[in-house]
């Protein structure tokens, strides 16, 4: 069975950067879709970044392009989120997910995703 940890969360400030990773066991990362997503108090869960290892990053959310970069490390089977330039709006809680369609990559909607980890907070303050 899938399992999927995030590290990396915490409290900066309004500009800073922060790297979350996802290590993931149970499966090898290429042959799946991986996501991160995140959800603000009294927001719907959103999809920040999602790519298939086997071929590269697929989706970014509008709200952050530019700033933040999902990358793979197959050998580790860990996945990051290297998050720049961070907002107050990039607050929210971050989870990664899995999925076995490697189609959900590309639209990085949550309802694609079956396996989630406990999620990682990220508070950005001014």
């Known amino acids: 069975q899938a399992q999927l940890v995030e590290s990396g969360g915490g409290l900066v400030q309004f500009g800073a950067s922060l790297r979350l990773s996802c290590a993931v066991s149970g499966f090898p990362l290429d042959y799946y879709s991986i996501g991160w997503f995140r959800q603000a108090p009294g927001k719907e869960r959103e999809g920040v970044a999602c790519i298939r290892t086997s071929d590269g990053p697929t989706y970014y959310a509008d709200s952050v392009k530019g700033r933040f970069a999902i990358s793979g490390d197959n050998a580790k089977n860990t996945v990051y989120l290297q998050m720049s330039s961070l907002k107050l709006e990039d607050t929210a809680v971050y989870y990664c997910?899995?999925?076995?369609?490697?189609?959900?990559?590309?639209?990085?909607?949550?309802?694609?995703?079956?396996?989630w980890g406990q999620g990682t907070q990220v508070t950005v303050s001014s």
């Open positions: 997910a899995v999925s076995p369609f490697l189609r959900a990559a590309a639209g990085c909607a949550p309802h694609d995703f079956g396996s």
